[in-house]
């Protein structure tokens, strides 16, 4: 756990989010200012800067991470042709990076536009 980090805290349960999944590697709660009708934030269970941070070993816990997104897609009834969802990781100032725990952001429930913005 990383001092101060927002995410870690959500993990361990010292600061209240709406937890929709969560294992030994990964926890998926609701985002507090939500993009669309779903938005759901997968984190490793572990403190990981960024997607830059990630090393090989951390392979199978990015494979892991992306699973978990779709499986989070597929408990809103999002994961099906005709709905489907957005699953997206923001980097640096430009990429829209603010928190600094790695983070997939799995958006969905309403027709998402391309490119964006
Ligand atoms: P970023 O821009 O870093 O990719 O995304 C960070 C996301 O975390 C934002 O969508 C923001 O709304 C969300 N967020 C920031 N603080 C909190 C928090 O305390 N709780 C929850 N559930 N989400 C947060
Ligand atoms: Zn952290």
Request: glycine share 10%.
């Amino acid at each position: 756990m990383s001092q101060d980090c927002i995410f870690c805290k959500i993990v361990q349960g010292e600061i209240p989010a709406t937890i929709v999944y969560q294992d030994e590697l990964a926890t998926a709660f609701r985002d507090i200012n939500p993009q669309a009708p779903m938005h759901v934030l997968v984190v490793p269970n572990r403190h990981i800067d960024d997607i830059t941070a990630l090393s090989e070993a951390d392979e199978p816990l990015a494979g892991h991470l992306l699973r978990v997104a779709a499986q989070v897609a597929a408990q809103e009834g999002l994961a099906t042709p005709d709905r489907g969802f957005r699953v997206l990781v923001n980097y640096g100032d430009e990429g829209g990076l603010v928190v600094h725990h790695l983070h997939v952001h799995v958006l969905g429930g309403r027709k998402m536009g391309w490119p964006p913005g």
